[in-house]
Protein backbone atom coordinates (compact mmCIF):
# COMPACT_ATOMS: atom_id res chain seq x y z
CA UNK A 1 0.00 0.00 0.00
CA UNK A 2 1.20 3.38 -0.96
CA UNK A 3 1.86 5.75 1.63
CA UNK A 4 0.55 8.61 -0.45
CA UNK A 5 -2.51 6.76 -0.79
CA UNK A 6 -5.44 8.56 1.36
CA UNK A 7 -7.48 5.89 3.57
CA UNK A 8 -10.49 5.80 1.36
CA UNK A 9 -7.98 5.17 -1.63
CA UNK A 10 -6.07 2.88 0.45
CA UNK A 11 -9.44 0.74 1.22
CA UNK A 12 -10.78 0.81 -1.99
CA UNK A 13 -7.68 -0.62 -3.08
CA UNK A 14 -8.55 -3.37 -0.85
CA UNK A 15 -11.61 -3.92 -2.43
CA UNK A 16 -13.19 -2.40 0.54
CA UNK A 17 -17.25 -1.62 -1.20
CA UNK A 18 -18.56 1.87 0.02
CA UNK A 19 -21.00 -0.02 1.86
CA UNK A 20 -18.20 -1.81 3.36
CA UNK A 21 -16.36 1.80 3.88
CA UNK A 22 -19.73 2.76 5.56
CA UNK A 23 -19.87 -0.11 7.86
CA UNK A 24 -16.08 0.38 8.71
CA UNK A 25 -17.17 4.27 9.38
CA UNK A 26 -19.93 3.08 11.88
CA UNK A 27 -17.60 0.35 13.51
CA UNK A 28 -14.86 3.66 14.10
CA UNK A 29 -18.14 5.71 15.27
CA UNK A 30 -18.77 2.79 17.91
CA UNK A 31 -15.12 2.42 18.65
CA UNK A 32 -14.64 6.08 19.85
CA UNK A 33 -18.18 5.92 21.44
CA UNK A 34 -20.15 8.92 19.05
CA UNK A 35 -23.29 8.66 18.01
CA UNK A 36 -24.51 7.50 14.72
CA UNK A 37 -25.58 11.35 13.39
CA UNK A 38 -21.33 11.45 12.98
CA UNK A 39 -20.61 8.34 10.58
CA UNK A 40 -20.90 10.53 8.03
CA UNK A 41 -18.61 13.01 9.30
CA UNK A 42 -15.95 10.35 10.08
CA UNK A 43 -16.55 8.66 6.54
CA UNK A 44 -15.82 12.03 4.75
CA UNK A 45 -12.69 12.95 7.00
CA UNK A 46 -11.47 9.10 6.70
CA UNK A 47 -12.17 9.56 2.88
CA UNK A 48 -9.86 12.56 2.79
CA UNK A 49 -7.26 11.32 5.97
CA UNK A 50 -3.54 9.96 4.79
CA UNK A 51 -2.12 7.52 6.93
CA UNK A 52 -0.27 8.08 9.84
CA UNK A 53 3.64 6.73 10.52
CA UNK A 54 3.11 5.48 13.61
CA UNK A 55 6.01 4.56 15.69
CA UNK A 56 5.35 2.11 18.60
CA UNK A 57 8.47 1.28 21.16
CA UNK A 58 8.42 -1.48 24.17
CA UNK A 59 10.31 -0.87 27.31
CA UNK A 60 10.09 -2.39 30.85
CA UNK A 61 6.89 -4.32 30.03
CA UNK A 62 5.70 -8.06 29.64
CA UNK A 63 3.97 -7.69 26.04
CA UNK A 64 0.67 -8.29 27.06
CA UNK A 65 -0.29 -4.94 25.52
CA UNK A 66 0.65 -6.06 22.12
CA UNK A 67 -0.60 -9.62 22.61
CA UNK A 68 -4.02 -8.23 23.72
CA UNK A 69 -4.09 -5.93 20.92
CA UNK A 70 -3.21 -9.05 18.81
CA UNK A 71 -5.97 -11.05 19.79
CA UNK A 72 -8.66 -8.96 17.64
CA UNK A 73 -9.17 -11.81 14.45
CA UNK A 74 -8.71 -11.13 11.37
CA UNK A 75 -10.84 -9.56 9.42
CA UNK A 76 -11.91 -7.46 12.56
CA UNK A 77 -12.06 -3.24 12.36
CA UNK A 78 -9.06 -3.43 14.47
CA UNK A 79 -7.00 -5.02 11.13
CA UNK A 80 -8.27 -2.19 8.63
CA UNK A 81 -7.00 0.47 11.20
CA UNK A 82 -3.89 -1.38 11.29
CA UNK A 83 -4.04 -1.20 7.51
CA UNK A 84 -4.46 2.29 7.06
CA UNK A 85 -1.92 3.31 9.60
CA UNK A 86 1.42 3.11 8.50
CA UNK A 87 2.77 0.90 11.60
CA UNK A 88 6.87 1.98 10.79
CA UNK A 89 8.42 0.03 13.70
CA UNK A 90 7.47 -1.91 16.21
CA UNK A 91 9.93 -3.90 18.20
CA UNK A 92 7.20 -7.01 18.64
CA UNK A 93 5.82 -7.04 15.31
CA UNK A 94 8.27 -5.55 12.75
CA UNK A 95 9.93 -8.24 10.62
CA UNK A 96 13.23 -6.24 10.70
CA UNK A 97 16.19 -6.77 13.16
CA UNK A 98 19.52 -5.33 13.72
CA UNK A 99 20.51 -2.84 11.88
CA UNK A 100 17.84 -2.53 9.55
CA UNK A 101 15.26 -2.03 12.22
CA UNK A 102 17.08 0.91 13.71
CA UNK A 103 17.15 2.08 10.32
CA UNK A 104 13.35 1.94 9.63
CA UNK A 105 13.04 4.13 12.92
CA UNK A 106 15.26 6.86 11.58
CA UNK A 107 13.56 6.75 7.92
CA UNK A 108 9.81 7.12 9.80
CA UNK A 109 11.33 10.14 11.96
CA UNK A 110 13.22 11.74 9.18
CA UNK A 111 10.58 11.67 6.84
CA UNK A 112 7.52 12.38 8.77
CA UNK A 113 9.20 14.20 11.72
CA UNK A 114 6.91 16.39 13.69
CA UNK A 115 3.89 14.39 12.04
CA UNK A 116 4.27 11.04 13.73
CA UNK A 117 2.30 9.15 16.41
CA UNK A 118 4.82 7.46 19.06
CA UNK A 119 2.96 5.06 20.72
CA UNK A 120 5.44 3.47 24.07
CA UNK A 121 4.13 0.82 25.72
CA UNK A 122 6.32 0.19 29.01
CA UNK A 123 7.89 2.04 31.82
CA UNK A 124 11.53 3.61 31.62
CA UNK A 125 13.78 2.62 34.31
CA UNK A 126 16.16 5.40 35.37
CA UNK A 127 18.06 3.70 38.76
CA UNK A 128 20.37 3.10 36.11
CA UNK A 129 19.70 3.58 32.15
CA UNK A 130 21.48 0.53 31.34
CA UNK A 131 18.99 -1.74 33.23
CA UNK A 132 16.86 -1.63 29.34
CA UNK A 133 18.61 -0.89 26.17
CA UNK A 134 17.12 -1.58 22.85
CA UNK A 135 20.73 -1.90 19.81
CA UNK A 136 22.55 -0.49 22.71
CA UNK A 137 20.52 2.84 23.17
CA UNK A 138 18.97 3.02 26.50
CA UNK A 139 14.68 3.64 26.96
CA UNK A 140 15.52 7.29 28.20
CA UNK A 141 17.56 8.05 25.17
CA UNK A 142 15.62 6.23 22.75
CA UNK A 143 12.02 7.87 23.94
CA UNK A 144 13.22 11.59 24.26
CA UNK A 145 15.01 11.54 20.79
CA UNK A 146 11.87 9.71 19.39
CA UNK A 147 9.25 12.09 21.51
CA UNK A 148 11.13 15.31 20.25
CA UNK A 149 9.78 14.43 16.63
CA UNK A 150 6.24 13.34 16.89
CA UNK A 151 2.98 15.31 17.20
CA UNK A 152 2.13 12.78 19.81
CA UNK A 153 2.22 10.17 22.22
CA UNK A 154 0.24 7.39 23.17
CA UNK A 155 0.75 5.49 26.38
CA UNK A 156 -0.21 2.27 26.16
CA UNK A 157 -0.80 0.53 29.04
CA UNK A 158 -0.23 0.89 32.85
CA UNK A 159 3.31 0.21 33.13
CA UNK A 160 3.67 3.32 29.78
CA UNK A 161 1.21 5.35 31.67
CA UNK A 162 2.07 5.36 35.18
CA UNK A 163 4.74 3.22 35.68
CA UNK A 164 2.50 -0.18 35.88
CA UNK A 165 4.09 -3.16 37.72
CA UNK A 166 7.82 -2.29 37.27
CA UNK A 167 7.33 0.67 39.33
CA UNK A 168 5.55 -1.44 42.51
CA UNK A 169 6.93 -1.20 45.71
CA UNK A 170 10.15 -1.32 46.12
CA UNK A 171 10.77 -0.23 42.36
CA UNK A 172 14.31 -1.76 41.54
CA UNK A 173 15.00 0.04 38.41
CA UNK A 174 13.53 3.39 39.29
CA UNK A 175 10.65 2.47 36.50
CA UNK A 176 9.01 5.76 35.45
CA UNK A 177 5.97 6.52 33.08
CA UNK A 178 6.54 7.94 30.07
CA UNK A 179 4.70 11.79 30.83
CA UNK A 180 6.80 11.76 34.15
CA UNK A 181 10.31 10.79 32.31
CA UNK A 182 9.49 13.96 30.05
CA UNK A 183 8.83 15.83 32.62
CA UNK A 184 11.36 15.20 34.96
CA UNK A 185 14.25 14.28 32.32
CA UNK A 186 13.35 16.73 29.30
CA UNK A 187 15.82 18.97 29.23
CA UNK A 188 18.04 16.45 29.29
CA UNK A 189 20.43 16.10 26.02
CA UNK A 190 20.33 12.06 24.66
CA UNK A 191 23.21 10.46 24.07
CA UNK A 192 22.19 9.84 20.46
CA UNK A 193 23.58 8.33 17.76
CA UNK A 194 20.37 9.33 15.31
CA UNK A 195 21.51 11.90 12.97
CA UNK A 196 17.65 12.86 12.47
CA UNK A 197 17.50 13.86 16.45
CA UNK A 198 21.04 15.86 15.80
CA UNK A 199 19.47 17.76 12.79
CA UNK A 200 16.21 18.77 14.34
CA UNK A 201 16.36 18.81 18.28
CA UNK A 202 17.80 22.12 18.84
CA UNK A 203 13.99 23.34 18.47
CA UNK A 204 11.69 20.74 20.88
CA UNK A 205 10.11 20.93 23.64
CA UNK A 206 9.32 17.38 24.76
CA UNK A 207 8.04 18.35 28.26
CA UNK A 208 4.94 19.52 26.78
CA UNK A 209 3.96 16.77 23.91
CA UNK A 210 0.42 15.87 24.66
CA UNK A 211 0.00 12.54 25.82
CA UNK A 212 -3.09 10.35 25.98
CA UNK A 213 -2.99 7.62 28.45
CA UNK A 214 -4.67 4.17 27.25
CA UNK A 215 -3.88 1.81 31.03
CA UNK A 216 -4.73 -1.14 31.69
CA UNK A 217 -2.93 -4.18 32.09
CA UNK A 218 -3.55 -4.75 29.91
CA UNK A 219 -5.72 -1.92 27.78
CA UNK A 220 -8.63 -3.54 26.13
CA UNK A 221 -7.38 -3.78 22.00
CA UNK A 222 -10.12 -1.84 20.71
CA UNK A 223 -9.71 1.10 23.02
CA UNK A 224 -5.87 1.43 21.86
CA UNK A 225 -7.28 1.80 18.26
CA UNK A 226 -10.14 4.08 19.06
CA UNK A 227 -8.26 6.16 20.25
CA UNK A 228 -5.53 5.78 17.03
CA UNK A 229 -8.80 5.90 14.78
CA UNK A 230 -9.76 9.44 16.63
CA UNK A 231 -6.48 10.51 15.37
CA UNK A 232 -7.10 9.46 12.15
CA UNK A 233 -10.36 11.03 11.81
CA UNK A 234 -10.54 14.43 13.58
CA UNK A 235 -6.40 15.24 14.11
CA UNK A 236 -7.21 15.92 17.55
CA UNK A 237 -6.59 14.04 21.00
CA UNK A 238 -9.90 13.23 22.41
CA UNK A 239 -11.35 14.54 25.47
CA UNK A 240 -9.03 13.66 28.22
CA UNK A 241 -9.73 13.21 32.35
CA UNK A 242 -7.19 14.13 34.75
CA UNK A 243 -5.10 11.32 34.33
CA UNK A 244 -4.52 12.18 30.82
CA UNK A 245 -7.45 9.18 29.86
CA UNK A 246 -9.92 9.54 26.89
CA UNK A 247 -13.39 10.30 28.59
CA UNK A 248 -15.09 7.72 26.07
CA UNK A 249 -13.64 4.61 27.59
CA UNK A 250 -12.41 5.94 31.52
CA UNK A 251 -15.05 8.46 32.28
CA UNK A 252 -17.37 6.15 33.98
CA UNK A 253 -15.96 3.56 36.71
CA UNK A 254 -16.40 -0.25 36.07
CA UNK A 255 -19.44 -0.18 38.75
CA UNK A 256 -21.04 2.14 37.42
CA UNK A 257 -21.51 -0.19 34.25
CA UNK A 258 -21.51 -3.37 36.58
CA UNK A 259 -24.47 -6.03 35.56
CA UNK A 260 -23.88 -7.24 39.16
CA UNK A 261 -24.60 -3.73 40.17
CA UNK A 262 -28.58 -4.45 41.33
CA UNK A 263 -26.81 -7.33 44.03
CA UNK A 264 -24.67 -4.48 45.30
CA UNK A 265 -27.67 -1.84 45.67
CA UNK A 266 -29.53 -4.29 47.49
CA UNK A 267 -26.88 -5.60 49.70
CA UNK A 268 -26.51 -8.91 48.30
CA UNK A 269 -22.90 -10.50 48.21
CA UNK A 270 -20.21 -13.38 47.75
CA UNK A 271 -18.68 -13.80 51.10
CA UNK A 272 -16.45 -16.55 49.26
CA UNK A 273 -15.60 -18.03 46.38
CA UNK A 274 -17.89 -20.98 46.26
CA UNK A 275 -20.85 -19.86 48.40
CA UNK A 276 -24.53 -19.70 47.21
CA UNK A 277 -23.82 -15.74 46.54
CA UNK A 278 -21.30 -16.72 44.55
CA UNK A 279 -23.29 -18.99 42.55
CA UNK A 280 -26.26 -16.85 42.27
CA UNK A 281 -23.86 -13.98 40.56
CA UNK A 282 -24.07 -11.71 43.77
CA UNK A 283 -21.33 -8.73 43.96
CA UNK A 284 -17.71 -9.40 44.33
CA UNK A 285 -17.06 -6.15 46.75
CA UNK A 286 -16.16 -8.41 49.64
CA UNK A 287 -14.30 -10.67 47.72
CA UNK A 288 -11.95 -7.22 46.74
CA UNK A 289 -13.59 -6.11 43.87
CA UNK A 290 -11.97 -2.52 42.99
CA UNK A 291 -15.16 -1.65 40.09
CA UNK A 292 -16.13 1.21 42.69
CA UNK A 293 -12.40 2.89 42.17
CA UNK A 294 -11.83 1.99 38.59
CA UNK A 295 -12.03 3.71 35.72
CA UNK A 296 -12.32 1.74 32.57
CA UNK A 297 -14.62 -0.01 30.06
CA UNK A 298 -14.15 -3.73 30.60
CA UNK A 299 -18.15 -3.59 31.75
CA UNK A 300 -19.08 -2.53 28.65
CA UNK A 301 -16.92 -2.96 25.50
CA UNK A 302 -15.64 -6.40 27.25
CA UNK A 303 -12.76 -8.92 25.98
CA UNK A 304 -12.56 -11.24 23.27
CA UNK A 305 -14.95 -9.66 21.03
CA UNK A 306 -17.09 -8.42 23.45
CA UNK A 307 -17.42 -12.27 24.85
CA UNK A 308 -16.65 -11.76 28.50
CA UNK A 309 -14.80 -9.87 31.23
CA UNK A 310 -13.14 -10.64 34.71
CA UNK A 311 -16.35 -10.10 36.70
CA UNK A 312 -18.48 -11.48 34.44
CA UNK A 313 -15.91 -14.59 35.15
CA UNK A 314 -16.92 -14.63 38.56
CA UNK A 315 -13.57 -12.97 39.57
CA UNK A 316 -12.72 -9.27 41.05
CA UNK A 317 -11.73 -6.59 39.21
CA UNK A 318 -8.06 -6.01 40.03
CA UNK A 319 -8.10 -1.99 39.21
CA UNK A 320 -5.22 -2.15 36.37
CA UNK A 321 -6.01 0.67 34.82
CA UNK A 322 -5.28 2.76 38.34
CA UNK A 323 -2.34 4.23 39.12
CA UNK A 324 -0.29 2.34 41.67
CA UNK A 325 -3.10 -0.57 41.26
CA UNK A 326 -0.43 -3.10 42.55
CA UNK A 327 0.47 -1.45 45.63
CA UNK A 328 -3.03 -0.94 46.69
CA UNK A 329 -3.65 -3.09 49.70
CA UNK A 330 -4.42 -6.59 48.22
CA UNK A 331 -6.77 -7.70 45.39
CA UNK A 332 -8.56 -9.69 47.31
CA UNK A 333 -9.21 -7.39 50.20
CA UNK A 334 -12.43 -5.14 50.27
CA UNK A 335 -11.85 -1.37 49.64
CA UNK A 336 -13.82 -0.79 53.11
CA UNK A 337 -14.73 -3.80 55.75
CA UNK A 338 -16.95 -1.82 57.15
CA UNK A 339 -20.63 -2.95 57.10
CA UNK A 340 -21.98 0.14 58.03
CA UNK A 341 -19.97 1.21 54.77
CA UNK A 342 -21.72 -1.12 52.85
CA UNK A 343 -25.47 -1.26 54.36
CA UNK A 344 -25.21 2.57 53.90
CA UNK A 345 -24.84 2.40 50.38
CA UNK A 346 -27.32 -0.69 49.40
CA UNK A 347 -29.69 1.68 51.71
CA UNK A 348 -28.83 5.22 49.55
CA UNK A 349 -29.08 3.29 46.04
CA UNK A 350 -32.86 1.46 47.28
CA UNK A 351 -33.79 5.11 47.99
CA UNK A 352 -34.82 4.56 51.80
CA UNK A 353 -31.64 6.32 53.40
CA UNK A 354 -31.08 9.27 50.38
CA UNK A 355 -30.71 11.57 53.07
CA UNK A 356 -27.10 9.59 54.74
CA UNK A 357 -25.92 10.39 51.10
CA UNK A 358 -22.57 8.63 51.67
CA UNK A 359 -22.59 5.82 49.00
CA UNK A 360 -18.98 4.54 48.92
CA UNK A 361 -19.31 4.72 45.04
CA UNK A 362 -20.83 8.39 44.36
CA UNK A 363 -17.66 9.15 47.15
CA UNK A 364 -15.22 7.55 45.17
CA UNK A 365 -16.79 9.33 41.88
CA UNK A 366 -16.48 12.57 43.80
CA UNK A 367 -12.97 12.02 44.57
CA UNK A 368 -12.41 11.68 40.92
CA UNK A 369 -13.93 15.15 39.34
CA UNK A 370 -13.76 14.80 36.09
CA UNK A 371 -11.46 17.70 35.22
CA UNK A 372 -11.81 17.38 31.21
CA UNK A 373 -9.57 18.64 28.70
CA UNK A 374 -11.38 20.19 25.91
CA UNK A 375 -10.27 18.65 22.37
CA UNK A 376 -6.79 19.79 22.01
CA UNK A 377 -5.25 20.77 18.56
CA UNK A 378 -2.16 18.79 18.46
CA UNK A 379 -0.41 20.61 15.27
CA UNK A 380 -0.99 17.05 12.82
CA UNK A 381 -2.96 19.18 9.89
CA UNK A 382 -0.78 17.72 7.25
CA UNK A 383 -1.06 13.96 9.16
CA UNK A 384 -4.97 14.45 9.46
CA UNK A 385 -5.93 15.66 5.83
CA UNK A 386 -4.18 16.10 2.48
CA UNK A 387 -6.85 17.82 0.97
FE1 LIG B 1 2.59 -3.37 31.40
FE2 LIG B 1 2.26 -3.85 28.60
FE3 LIG B 1 0.74 -4.95 31.95
FE4 LIG B 1 2.22 -6.17 30.38
O1 LIG B 1 3.21 -3.56 27.17
S1 LIG B 1 0.49 -2.80 31.31
S2 LIG B 1 2.93 -5.45 32.43
S3 LIG B 1 0.00 -6.32 30.34
O2 LIG B 1 2.67 -5.58 28.67
O3 LIG B 1 3.12 -2.74 29.71
Redesign the pocket.
Known amino acids: MSKDQTIGEALRARGVSRRGFLKFCAATASMMALPPSMVPVIAAALEKASRPSVIWM ?1 F ?9 LTRSHSPTVEGLIFDTISLDYHHTLQAASGAAAEAAREAAMEENWGKYILVV ?3 IPVGDPGYSTIAGISNMDMLLETAAGAAAIVS ?6 FG ?3 HADPNPTGALSVRDLLQQYGDRKPDTHSAVYTAHSTDVDVKNKPIINV ?5 IPVVITGVLAHFLTFGTIPELDELGRPMAYYGKSIHDRCYRRPYYDKGLFAETFDDEGAKKGWCLYKLGCKGPTTYNACATTKWNEGTSFPIEAGHPCLG ?1 SEPDFWDGGGFYKAISTSTEDISRTAVYAIGAGAAAGVALGALNRAKKTRAVKAHQKVGIDDLEKDG
Do not use: L, R, Y
Not at 60 to 68: D, F, H, L, R
Not at 156 to 161: E, F, L, N, R, W
Open positions: SQECTGCTESDGSVGSCAAGIPPGCPPC
